[in-house]
Nanobody, 114 residues
């Protein structure tokens, strides 16, 4: 299974972006889908996740601004990001956790200018 992340770009603070993570095929044994991000010189951090039961979790810094969603028909994971801030600048990665391991996308760069 391959994950293709897209939708990043350069935007001004306060604007919005939608990230997309497309799965090459349906994963039947997944239990959680997650977005992470990694800023220059920093570790990769959790941003948002959605569980099989639909429960969503967010890091405090994006709560109320970001929304994670999935489309099971299109095998796609989304991250809707609004009111972007310069501190949101990072490479964003999608991840799918299954019963037997995890899959990672290649990352998409988001740069927010002040």
């Amino acid at each position: 299974v391959q994950l293709q992340a897209s939708g990043g770009g350069l935007v001004q603070a306060g604007r919005s972006l939608r990230l997309t993570c497309t799965l090459s095929q349906r994963i039947v044994d997944w239990n959680q889908m997650t977005w992470y991000r990694q800023a220059p010189g920093k570790q990769r951090d959790f941003v948002a996740s959605i569980a099989l039961n639909g429960r969503r979790n967010y890091v405090d810094s994006v709560q109320g601004r970001f929304t994670i969603a999935r489309d099971t028909v299109k095998n796609t994971l989304y991250l809707h990001m609004s009111d972007l801030k310069p501190e949101d600048t990072a490479v964003y990665y999608c991840n799918v956790q299954t019963q037997n391991g995890a899959y990672w996308g290649q990352g998409t760069q988001v740069t927010v200018s002040s």
